[in-house]
């Protein structure tokens, strides 16, 4: 099946300017999050949403981050007047909780990213 | 202290060999506990789930000590195929959905 489906693939921007990237996640899925990840770097948490709760935002770096998930389906990042040191890869995942192993697991699966250069 | 930390290697092996990564967590309530691999450029892919009873997937085995706070992943005969890097994924705690990610170890299987 279809999965998580990322958009752009790569942004190129100008210091100052907005970009916003999009997520598509997995039909069915109940969760998404976004992570970003510099060249050589860890995944970084940014924010999650879980259906209609509200999203945990903990992970942002600073208000210029934002992010929206309409109808419980497409999300989009928004970073306002993006910094060099926003460049990165900003990798979108969804997940559907379930049983396996004994427990509940909440199994994570991965967009393509976008990678985002800021000049 | 990092909460989840890994090796970063890189381990150079040469194809066939059986190959050994750990990874160690500091909380001690994390629940779920996985292994991604990622190779240059792309997105992590799941590897295996690490199940508390251990578990084993063809040519890769996982394995949980929650004793004393890692996990493993046992590669045996590996192949060209096999090079990448190796992400250790531990959830924090009782919020399972909150996924701690090591900064992988790179693993490079020889001809």
């Known amino acids: 099946g279809a999965g998580v489906s990322q958009s752009p693939s790569n942004k190129v921007t100008e210091k100052g300017k907005d970009v916003e990237l999009r997520c598509d996640p997995i039909?069915?899925?109940?969760?998404l999050y976004w992570y970003r990840q510099s060249l050589g770097q860890g995944l970084e948490f940014l924010i999650y949403f879980q259906g209609n709760s509200a999203p945990d935002k903990s992970g942002l770096p600073s208000d210029r981050f934002s992010a929206e998930r309409t109808g419980g389906s497409v999300s989009t990042l928004t970073i306002q007047r993006t910094q060099q040191e926003d460049s990165a890869v900003y990798l979108c995942?969804?997940?559907?909780?379930?049983?396996?192993?004994?427990?509940?697991?909440?199994?994570?699966?991965f967009g393509p990213g976008t990678r985002l250069t800021v000049l | 202290r990092k909460e989840v930390e890994q090796d970063p290697g890189p381990f150079n092996v040469p194809e066939g060999a059986t190959v050994a990564f750990n990874c160690t967590y500091s909380?001690?309530?994390?629940?779920?506990f996985f292994w991604y691999r990622q190779d240059c450029r792309k997105e992590p892919k799941l590897l295996m789930s690490v199940y508390s009873s251990g578990n084993e997937d063809g040519r890769f085995t996982a394995q949980l000590n929650r004793a004393s706070q890692y996990i493993s992943l046992l590669i045996r005969d590996s192949k060209l195929s096999d090079s990448a890097t190796y992400l250790c994924?531990?959830?924090?705690?009782?919020?399972?959905?909150?996924?701690?990610f090591g900064t992988g170890t790179r693993l490079k299987v020889l001809a």
């Open positions: 994924v531990v959830t924090r705690g009782s919020g399972t959905y909150k996924y701690i």
């Open positions: 039909s069915g899925h109940t969760a």
């Open positions: 909380n001690s309530a994390s629940q779920s």
């Open positions: 995942a969804s997940s559907r909780r379930s049983l396996a192993g004994g427990g509940v697991t909440d199994t994570q699966y």
